[in-house]
C-alpha cells in the first residue's frame, strides 16, 4: 500500500469510527475528508489547488486571473518567502530565463535561501506571544530575559531545515526534554515565553495568570481554539467544558514553581494540586482533576498518550496524532496560516479561532485536502508552499474589475491576486536594503532597541533585519510601531494592516527616511552612469524590482534636472514614499 494510500485508508477508517457523530460536530472537529480532483481540462489550471478554487468561481459566474508578469511575480515571490528583495543581476537571469521551468526553480531557490527561516520565523513569533522581556505591568520591572533570543534562533533552524511540523510541535511541548538535537533545544522555552504579573501580586494570581496564559496560547497556536473561555465557566459557544479546561492546567502544573512572597510578604499558595476552581477563582477550589485533553477531539482515554508519565509528551503526542487526537485539526490550523500569509486573508479568515463563533472556510474541500496533503508529506511545510506558489491561483494578476467587486469585493473566491501590505519588519528591512546598508549577518543576541525610560534611536549599528530587534514589551521601536507591529502579550494569528497618519508622516518627515534616502542616492550614484534616465531606471529596479514606465521617466528627471546631489536624495525619498513600496501586487 502506497503512503498515499494508506493515509486515505486511516481517514476513511475515522470517518466510518465518527458516522453517528459526525452531523453533530463542527466542521473543524469533523474528520478530514479526502476529495477527489477531478481535471476539468481548464488550460487555465496548473495544479489541484485551481481545481478548488475554479470549481468556486464558476458557482457565482466569476472568472480568474490571467498570470502576472514576470517583475511582479519575482517581488511577489522574494516578499512572501524572505522579504529580501533580489539584486539587479537576479531579476536580470529570472526575467531571460526562458525555461519552462523558470518560476518553480525560483521557489525551490528561494525556499533553500537561509532568509525564509528568518521571514516565516517572523510570522509563527506572532503566534508564540514572542518577547524578551517579562512583561510586566510595571515597566521598570519589565526586565529582560536574556537567553530568549535563542527561541527565535531555534526557529529560525526549523523553517530553513525543513523540520517536520509534527515535531516542531512536540518540541514545544517538551520543555524538560533532553532528546532534542541541539539546534532546535530551545524550542523548548515556548510554554515560558508568556507574560509575568508584577512582583508584588499575590502569587497565587501570579501562578494561575502563568496556567491561563500557558493553556490559552497552547489552544490558540496549535488547534485554533479559545481555550482560555472556559476558565470561569463551560465554553458558551464551543465544546469545553470548565473542567476539561483544569485538566489541561494539570498538563503544565508542574512546569514551574510560583515564588510564594508579594513585596517581602511572604503569602501561601492556596492551591497546590490541580483543582477545579470555581467562576475561576483560586479562593474557591472545586474538585481535583488529572491531567487529560478536549473529549471531542479523543478516540482513546488520556492515558492512550500519558501512559510513560511524561505529562507534557502526553500532551505533545495528543496534539499530533491524526487518528485518535487533534492530530487532523493541528494540519488544518497550520495549512490555513500558511494560506493567510501567502494571501493576506485565510481560508478560515480566523486563522486563532477556529470555534463556532470563528470564520467558516470559503473552500473546505481545499482546507482538507491541503491539510491531508501536509499529513501525507510527513508534515512537511515546504510542500504546502510549493503547491500554493505553484497554483494558477497564487499566480493570479491584481484586478480592480468593477463587476466582480461588487460580487466579491473582499477577494474571498480568489478571482485574482489582492494586493498585500508588507509587515512591519519587512518594511524597514527593505528600507536598509534598497539603501544599501542593511546588515544581513543571522542568528545572535538581539539589538537592543531601549527601556522602559527610552527607546533607542535607529542608528546604524541597529541596522540588522528587524528579527533581531531586541522584542521589548515595554518599548515601542521607532519605525515598528508605525506599522502595525503586534502586542506580543498574547498569540495573534494576524495583524492589523492599516496605514495611517503616522506611517504617512514617517514617510514624509522621518530623519530615519531622510538618512536612507541619502544612502540610496550614493548606491545610485556608485551603480549608474551620470544618465538620469540611467539613474531612474536603476532606482527604480532596486527599490520596486521593475523597470519605470515613460510617465515615471519624465517625473523622475523633471526632479533630477541639474543633476544636483540633493535632487537626487530628493528623488530617493519620493521613491520611498511611493505607495507600491509597501504593498506588494
Not at 481554539?225 to 467544558?241: E, I, K, L, N, Q
Not at 489541561?248 to 477545579?276: G, Y
Not at 477531539?297 to 500532551?315: F, I, P, Y
Request: include cysteine; proline fraction near 5%; charged fraction near 25%.
Amino acid at each position: 500500500m502506497t503512503p498515499k494510500a494508506s493515509i486515505i485508508a486511516i481517514v476513511a477508517s475515522v470517518q466510518l469510527l465518527f458516522a453517528n457523530a459526525v452531523e453533530k460536530l463542527h466542521w473543524s472537529l469533523s474528520p478530514i475528508k479526502s476529495a477527489a480532483v477531478n481535471d476539468s481540462g481548464d488550460p487555465w489550471i496548473k495544479n489541484p489547488i485551481d481545481q478548488f478554487v475554479l470549481a468556486k468561481l464558476k458557482e457565482n459566474n466569476l472568472q480568474p486571473q490571467p498570470e502576472a508578469d514576470r517583475y511582479t511575480l519575482m517581488r511577489r515571490l522574494h516578499a512572501g518567502l524572505t522579504g529580501i528583495l533580489p539584486d539587479l543581476e537576479e531579476i536580470e537571469a529570472f526575467i531571460n530565463n526562458e525555461s519552462d521551468s523558470a518560476y518553480s526553480e525560483l521557489v525551490e531557490d528561494l525556499l533553500e535561501d537561509p532568509h525564509y527561516g528568518e521571514k516565516w520565523a517572523r510570522h509563527w513569533l506572532d503566534v508564540a506571544r514572542y518577547g524578551e522581556s517579562d512583561g510586566i505591568l510595571t515597566v521598570n520591572e519589565d526586565r529582560i530575559r536574556q537567553d530568549a533570543w535563542k527561541y527565535r534562533d531555534a526557529v529560525i533552524n526549523s523553517f530553513n531545515n525543513d523540520l517536520p511540523f509534527d515535531l516542531f510541535v512536540k518540541y514545544q511541548l517538551s520543555p524538560r526534554s533532553d532528546n532534542i538535537s541541539p539546534e532546535y533545544r530551545e524550542l523548548r522555552q515556548f510554554i515560558h515565553l508568556g507574560t509575568r504579573l508584577q512582583n508584588n501580586a499575590d502569587p497565587n494570581d501570579r501562578q494561575f495568570h502563568r496556567l491561563n496564559d500557558m493553556v490559552s496560547t497552547t489552544g490558540s497556536a496549535f488547534l485554533g481554539f479559545t481555550f482560555g473561555c472556559a476558565r470561569c465557566h463551560d465554553h458558551p459557544v464551543d465544546p469545553m467544558s470548565t473542567e476539561e479546561y483544569y485538566q489541561f492546567t494539570a498538563l503544565f502544573f508542574d512546569q514551574f514553581n510560583e515564588n510564594p512572597i508579594a513585596s517581602s510578604k511572604r503569602i501561601p499558595l492556596r492551591i497546590t494540586e490541580p483543582k477545579v476552581l470555581i467562576n475561576g477563582d483560586w479562593k474557591s477550589p472545586g474538585k481535583s482533576v488529572s491531567p487529560g485533553f478536549l473529549k471531542v477531539m479523543m478516540q482513546r482515554s488520556a492515558d492512550h498518550w500519558l501512559s510513560e508519565g511524561n505529562k507534557m509528551e502526553g500532551l505533545g503526542n495528543w496534539i499530533t496524532d491524526t487518528v485518535n487526537g487533534s492530530g487532523q485539526l493541528l494540519a488544518r490550523v497550520i495549512v490555513n496560516r500558511i494560506w493567510h500569509h501567502h494571501f493576506g486573508q485565510g481560508l478560515v479568515n480566523t486563522p486563532n479561532d477556529f470555534g463556532k463563533i470563528g470564520s467558516d472556510p470559503t473552500h473546505p474541500e481545499l482546507l482538507d485536502w491541503l491539510s491531508l496533503e501536509l499529513i501525507e508529506n510527513d508534515w512537511k511545510l515546504s510542500h504546502i508552499h510549493k503547491l500554493i506558489l505553484t497554483s494558477a491561483t497564487y499566480t493570479q494578476r491584481n484586478s480592480s474589475s468593477p463587476e466582480y467587486l461588487t460580487i466579491d469585493s473582499d477577494n474571498r473566491l480568489l478571482w485574482h491576486k489582492k494586493p498585500q501590505r508588507l509587515e512591519a519588519e519587512i518594511i524597514r528591512d527593505r528600507l536598509l536594503d534598497v539603501a544599501g546598508v542593511l546588515k544581513k549577518d543571522m542568528h545572535g543576541k538581539s539589538t537592543p532597541v531601549g527601556d522602559y525610560k527610552k527607546a533607542l534611536p535607529d542608528l546604524p549599528k541597529s541596522w540588522r533585519r528587524s528579527i533581531y530587534l531586541q522584542a521589548h514589551r515595554s518599548v515601542h521601536h521607532p519605525t515598528l510601531s508605525l506599522f502595525n507591529y503586534p502586542d506580543s502579550s498574547a498569540s495573534v494569528g494576524a495583524r492589523s494592516t492599516s496605514t495611517g497618519e503616522s506611517s504617512t508622516l514617517f514617510s514624509l518627515n522621518s530623519k530615519f527616511l531622510w538618512t536612507l534616502s541619502e544612502h540610496f542616492a550614493e548606491r545610485i550614484k556608485k551603480e549608474s552612469t551620470e544618465d538620469p534616465k540611467d539613474r531612474i531606471e536603476k532606482a527604480y529596479m532596486m527599490a520596486l524590482s521593475r523597470p519605470p514606465n515613460e510617465e515615471e521617466i519624465t517625473i523622475g528627471k523633471s526632479i533630477l534636472e541639474g543633476q544636483d546631489d540633493v535632487n537626487l536624495i530628493r528623488f530617493c525619498h519620493l521613491i520611498f514614499g511611493l505607495n507600491e513600496f509597501i504593498y506588494i501586487h
